[in-house]
């Protein structure tokens, strides 16, 4: 069984930087991609960044490119999600989520992340 387990969440003030983990289990090969999601109260559930496990591949949305670092430490079945310059509109519930075949990522759809994790808040003030 996949399991993941999302942490890093928390209070930040505008410009800020916070570093969000997501520890998976379960999976026996590496055809895997991890990806980060977050939903805003009353907003649609917007795919952030993901990372495929075989290849390093990433993939930003296009609101957090430049802001944003996906990374995995295959050692520790952990990935991290580097915030930076954080803004308000980055406040939010962050799920961390897999993708049971990996691969290239050119865009992030939800329906192929099928395990998922507890999310985790972010809170920006300005």
């Known amino acids: 069984e996949v399991q993941l387990q999302a942490s890093g969440g928390g209070l930040v003030q505008v410009g800020g930087s916070l570093r969000l983990s997501c520890v998976v289990s379960?999976?026996?090969?590496?055809?895997?991609?991890i990806g980060w999601f977050r939903q805003a109260p009353g907003k649609e559930r917007e795919g952030v960044s993901c990372?495929?496990?075989?290849?390093?591949?990433?993939y930003y949305a296009d609101s957090v490119k430049g802001r944003f670092t996906i990374s995995s430490d295959n050692a520790k079945n952990t990935v991290y999600l580097q915030m930076n310059r954080l803004k308000p509109e980055d406040t939010a519930v962050y799920y961390c989520?897999?993708?049971?075949?990996?691969?290239?990522?050119?865009?992030?759809?939800?329906?192929?992340?099928?395990?998922w994790g507890q999310g985790t808040l972010v809170t920006v003030s300005s």
């Open positions: 990372i495929s496990r075989r290849n390093g591949d990433t």
């Open positions: 379960g999976f026996t090969d590496d055809d895997y991609g």
């Open positions: 989520a897999a993708d049971p075949i990996g691969g290239t990522y050119y865009a992030m759809r939800a329906q192929d992340f099928t395990s």
